[in-house]
T-cell receptor
Framework: DAGITQSPRHKVTETGTPVTLRCHQT?????MYWYRQDPGHGLRLIHY???????DKGEVSDGYSVSRSKTEDFLLTLESATSSQTSVYFC????????????FGQGTRLTVV | AQSVSQHNHHVILSEAASLELGCNYS??????LFWYVQYPGQHLQLLLK????DPLVKGIKGFEAEFIKSKFSFNLRKPSVQWSDTAEYFC?????????????WGLGTSLAVNP
């Protein structure tokens, strides 16, 4: 498996609190992605990064922010968690040259109560 | 807009049955195509990929897929499924250019194989 570590793996938090999820890679890949996975919705892109301090929004970015201060780390922050953000969050990385695929982390199961 | 459509949301098969999962995409340019598998409770893993060349691609665990450019399709096949193939299967297309190049995902197909 590619060197991708997500932390924490499980978290329960209360509505209204900020939450930060971390994705750490050891592959030196340029691109990093945050997805959420929900039944019936497949994978939805939240934010992605194409380099240090270079980020862009995905299709479901409201309520989320990201930061990438180092190549290896990509942080996802829920500014004020809501129950609708209960989900499984996956980080992915890719070289994103023409002929490479994405590699996924193990996922973080977040429950907002 | 770019999109990926997986025709079957839920498939139930018996062991040894043949499998075909449909995937169509909408994008007029050059694409890279992927099938990923997600076993229960696990992360997504690459099953197979197409970049160029032979449109019939062979992947792990006996899976294969055929890219038919004229039909914008990349269907996944396996001649004889096993109980261990029970999983969720996702088709994805890598489309776009430059920094906007990213994966577009289908909604997934849940496969249950009965022993």
């Amino acid at each position: 498996d590619a060197g991708i570590t997500q932390s924490p793996r499980h978290k329960v938090t209360e509505t209204g609190t900020p939450v930060t999820l971390r994705c750490h890679q050891t592959e030196n890949h340029r691109y990093m992605y945050w997805y959420r996975q929900d039944p019936g919705h497949g994978l939805r892109l939240i934010h992605y990064s194409y380099g240090v301090k270079d980020t862009d929004k995905g299709e479901v970015s409201d309520g989320y922010s990201v930061s990438r201060s180092k190549t290896e780390d990509f942080l996802l922050t829920l500014e004020s968690a809501t129950s609708s953000q209960t989900s499984v969050y996956f980080c992915a990385i890719s070289d994103n040259t023409r002929n490479t695929e994405a590699f996924f982390g193990q996922g973080t199961r977040l429950t907002v109560v | 807009a770019q999109s990926v459509s997986q025709h079957n949301h839920h498939v139930i098969l018996s062991e040894a049955a043949s499998l075909e999962l449909g995937c169509n995409y909408s994008y007029g340019g050059t694409v890279n195509l992927f099938w990923y598998v997600q076993y229960p409770g696990q992360h997504l893993q690459l099953l197979l990929k197409y970049f160029s060349g032979d449109p019939l691609v062979k992947g792990i665990k006996g899976f294969e897929a055929e890219f038919i450019k004229s039909k914008f399709s990349f269907n996944l096949r396996k001649p004889s499924v096993q109980w261990s193939d029970t999983a969720e299967y996702f088709c994805a297309v890598n489309a776009g250019a430059g920094n906007n190049r990213k994966l577009i995902w289908g909604l997934g197909t849940s496969l249950a194989v009965n022993p």
